[in-house]
């Protein structure tokens, strides 16, 4: 049996292992299993993949960028972004990708206007590094936000410092928190929703629930909306890809065990 999971705290919001349960049924595939597993704390992944003859992990809040001194290789985008949501295992040896890039572009391009051409990232987490990384290739401006006071510098600032004008000329405005996400479904991110207009897309990186606080507001306000479900299928299907390929991919990792 080939062994597939993903990993986080808390799992209550993930639909991951639905979704693959779903497409191995589908497709008849009998010799894979996909389970969750829920680790309080990152130092429990090395006693995780000893017990486990795993072929490949999902990572997923908080563990992003917490897993990546557990691996052998990443790719590139890992080593931009500073954030992994993909682990491949081949020959006793752990590989990180980041699938969340070209999940998030892929979905974002369906809605992007010429008039998104500034964005708003709201938190500065592992996801918020794959949408930077898609900004800057888009070449799209952006400021990220944190609520960490004091944490500030050129193209980051606190959500005490998003002005009127800022809302008015940022028309693209991703939250990459888990704010809303189930079950503290009456969250949203803190941010003025009444400057919001039909020249705004709001794309909320949750996807349970399926229509957020945020995206509510935004909706409310006549902005264009997405939420991360197409993301989440486009970048699992993304990982599928990656577990079951042979191919060596040697010359586009960086070795982090010096060996």
Known sequence: MRTFGLIGYPLSHSFSKKFFGEKFLKEGITDCSYENFSLPSIQNFDQLIAETPFEGLNVTIPYKQLVIPYL????????????????????????????????????????????????????????????????????????????????????????????????????????TTPLGMYPEVNTAPPINYNLLTNSHYLFDLVYNPEMTLFLKKGKYRGAIIQNGFEMLIIQALESWKIWNNDEDKGKSLLNLTGH
Do not use: W
């Open 72 to 175: 052998d290789f990443i790719n590139e985008i890992v080593a931009k972004t500073g954030a992994c949501n993909c682990i491949s295992f081949k020959k006793g040896k752990l590989t990180g990708y980041n699938t969340d890039t070209i999940g998030f572009e892929q979905s974002l391009k369906k809605h992007l206007l010429p008039q998104h051409t500034k964005a708003l990232i709201l938190g500065t987490g592992g996801a918020a590094k794959a949408i930077i990384y898609v900004m800057e290739k888009l070449q799209i401006n952006y400021i990220s936000v944190t609520r960490k006071v004091g944490n500030t510098k050129n193209n980051l600032i606190t959500y005490e410092a998003i002005t009127d004008d800022l809302i008015k000329s940022h028309t693209l405005i991703i939250n």
